[in-house]
């Protein structure tokens, strides 16, 4: 579709509420924000920023494939590290790069929603990162999306090629200082995996109170491809809502998404949508969440359309206050024969019989409920480095759960 | 010396008693073994002893190296001294088994520990989360070895344990009891459930009792009671040795 068909789909859909998550009222922010100047290498970026990023787990060091910083609306750096690993700011990817069209808006609607509407009126920003065919990198490209400024409506669109038998892993960290009053974030991400690659992306978010957040994702995963999805957020937020898409559209592909939410304030509504539409394709979602107040949704749905395809969705809450709810929602949709489809889900308190059994052994209750707590956050996080896995657990483990 | 000290105590849950005026002594150094039919408290005991709060102390008094543990919390139990390996303990879903073993005592050295019991390739699972019945014993053993308590309470060690494990079980109890040194250089003491007395043969016991109803009512020598038990029944046990 040319760009003017683009635009004129978002014109439409300018005052299309989304389907689920409160209603932000997009007039109330800012689009324009003032320019941010461009450094050469992530090592000169401001002290505060490379802070940001250290803080949802992001290093900005030798140890990456390649870098992507994004401050408000400007790409600061947009740095490739291994020759297998094109990153690229997506507004210059689109003018060197016919064949991007071909991928441009075609896993998420422009008109799906006002968000993605509001996204593709705007000029585009955002990443294009793409895994040459073959190559395989073991260390992650690192972006880092800051919204540095209060009342700022920051809008992103990424384009993710991983080409037929690459490997890639791309963490992201998206996060706001604390001098930001108010935000909001609109991140639309369309990630194409293709044949036997191999894929995945960790994305930790850090919002401020007053930050709203909404994501609007698509994948598709091609034959023998798989995704390993990994969503992180520990900090307060004021909203977030969003439901990835994920298609399984050749015979083999595997889909993993993990969420590890810690909520205690605010509104929450989270999920993921995966449908199998190829023979011998699996998918798993697994979430699990913390909540000390605020609302929290957790949904998740899997629809099977091909016989043979298996699909586990599992959705478990700890709920550790009054002030707050968890609605977990695990849907099952099947349209055919031999499907093996699964889910569990729970929401409860932190099991007595389990505190007794390590207080039995000397922990006090506060050690016990945090043991207890951290062991239920620490879901098998697959298809990672091992040091992006000891980054993610220097995060939950710096959580502070005493409250608990 | 005295370590365990019961007096009169007697317990309910809810509106049900379930210990009744018991009686209780237990010095350091020795080791003592509980029979009796299911249901009559043997459990339940050794739960009040750890300081299980589900339990009402509506009578009487524990306790522990001289001090009063009735209104004691489980931890601070634990902490003077008393141990309890628990018969159906749950899993713990996140929590490495060497990563318990390091929180209950830093000092441990966990991979001694581990093969003394033969379980080093559990040490990097999740405690007790898909553990066989034998694999659930030996992980409980693993992590009294770590805590060293002063009294090992132990509910049915020998129960869905195969022949093997079984010596192995016993020789882990005698190390815990100091069972290898000389009775008088003896400061460790234990209680052990057992049905059928099958661990008896690989661990030594100083003493036993028999609960009925909540209970204590015969006490004496672990063999000889064993022996009337196997004869005529509980019933007959008490009937035959404590009149003796």
Redesign the interface.
């Known amino acids: 579709m040319c760009m003017s068909g683009i635009e004129e789909k978002a014109r439409r859909a300018r005052d299309k509420k989304a389907l689920y998550g409160t209603d932000v009222d997009l007039e109330s922010y800012q689009s324009e924000a003032k320019p941010q100047s461009k450094v050469d290498d992530a090592e000169d970026l401001p002290n505060t920023v490379k802070k940001a990023a250290l803080d949802v787990g992001v290093t900005l060091d030798d140890e990456s494939s390649g870098a992507y910083v994004q401050m408000d609306q400007t790409p600061v750096v947009a740095k490739s590290l291994h020759e297998g690993v094109e990153i690229m700011d997506i507004a210059s990817a689109l003018k060197k790069y016919d064949f991007l069209q071909d991928y441009w808006w075609k896993l998420v609607a422009a008109d799906a929603d006002k968000y993605t509407a509001d996204v593709a009126e705007a000029p585009p920003t955002g990443f294009f990162i793409r895994a040459r065919k073959g190559m395989k990198t073991v260390f992650p490209v690192k972006s880092c999306l800051y919204l540095g400024s209060t009342n700022l409506n920051q809008r992103v669109h990424n384009i993710v090629i991983a080409e037929e038998g690459s490997e890639l892993h791309v963490i992201t960290g998206c996060t706001t200082p604390s001098h930001v009053q108010r935000g909001l974030h609109i991140g639309v991400s369309e990630y194409y995996i293709q044949k036997n690659a191999k894929v995945s992306f960790t994305m930790v978010h850090s919002w401020g109170k007053e930050v709203e957040v909404r994501p609007r994702t698509g994948v598709t995963i091609a034959e023998g491809g798989s995704m390993y999805n990994n969503y992180i957020m520990l900090r307060p937020v004021k909203t977030l809502q969003t439901f990835p898409t994920a298609t399984l559209a050749g015979r083999g592909a595997v889909a993993s998404f993990n969420t590890v939410i810690y909520s205690t304030m605010g509104n929450i509504d989270v999920g993921s949508d995966v449908f199998l539409n190829a023979p011998e394709t699996s998918a798993e979602s697994i979430s699990r969440v913390i909540c000390m107040g605020g609302d929290v949704i957790a949904r998740g749905r899997m629809t099977g359309n091909v016989p043979g395809a298996r699909a586990h969705l599992e959705c478990a809450g700890l709920l550790l206050s009054n002030e707050g709810r968890i609605y977990s929602i695990p849907e099952l949709d099947g349209h055919c024969r031999d499907l093996d489809m699964s889910h569990e889900a729970a929401v409860g308190r932190i ?1 007595e ?2 505190l ?10 506060e ?2 409920t945090s ?2 707590v ?6 098998e996080i697959k298809g990672l480095p091992d040091d992006l896995k000891k980054e993610i657990k220097d995060i939950t483990s710096r959580e502070d759960l005493k409250g608990a | 010396m005295r370590l365990l000290e019961i007096e009169d105590l007697s317990v309910s849950i809810g509106s049900k008693q379930v210990l009744k005026d018991l009686n209780l002594r237990i010095n350091s150094g020795e080791t003592h073994a509980l029979f009796g039919p299911n249901g009559t408290g043997k459990t339940t005991l050794l739960n009040v002893i750890a300081g299980i709060p589900r339990y009402t102390v509506d009578k009487g008094r524990i306790m522990f190296k001289g001090k009063d543990i009735t209104h004691m919390s489980m931890d601070e139990r634990a902490r003077l001294g008393i141990g309890m390996a628990f018969q159906r303990p749950p899993a713990v879903r996140g929590l490495r088994l060497k990563d318990l073993i390091k929180i209950i005592n830093p000092q441990a050295d966990i991979s001694t520990i581990l093969k003394s019991m033969d379980f080093e390739a559990f040490a990097e699972r999740d405690v007790n989360r898909g553990f066989s019945g034998g694999e659930i014993k030996r992980s409980e053993m693993v992590q009294l070895l770590a805590q060293q308590p002063d009294l090992v309470m132990l509910d049915e060690p020998d129960s869905g344990v195969d022949l093997e494990n079984i010596k192995l079980i016993g020789d882990v109890i005698n190390q815990l009891t100091q069972k290898d040194q000389r009775p008088s250089q003896r400061t460790k003491s234990g209680i052990i459930i057992t049905h059928f007395g099958h661990i008896l043969n690989y661990m030594k016991a100083d003493r036993a009792h028999v609960m009925l109803g909540g209970a204590i009512v015969c006490s004496g020598n672990p063999g000889e009671i064993l022996e009337q038990i196997k004869r005529s029944g509980y019933e007959g046990c008490v009937g035959c040795v404590c009149q003796a």
């Not at chain 1, 007794?356 to 209750?365: D, I, P, Q, W």
């Not at chain 1, 951290?374 to 879901?379: E, K, S, T």
């Open positions: 099991s019989e389990e007794e059994y390590l207080m039995a052994r000397g922990l006090s209750s050690q016990a043991v207890i951290r062991g239920f956050l620490d879901v």
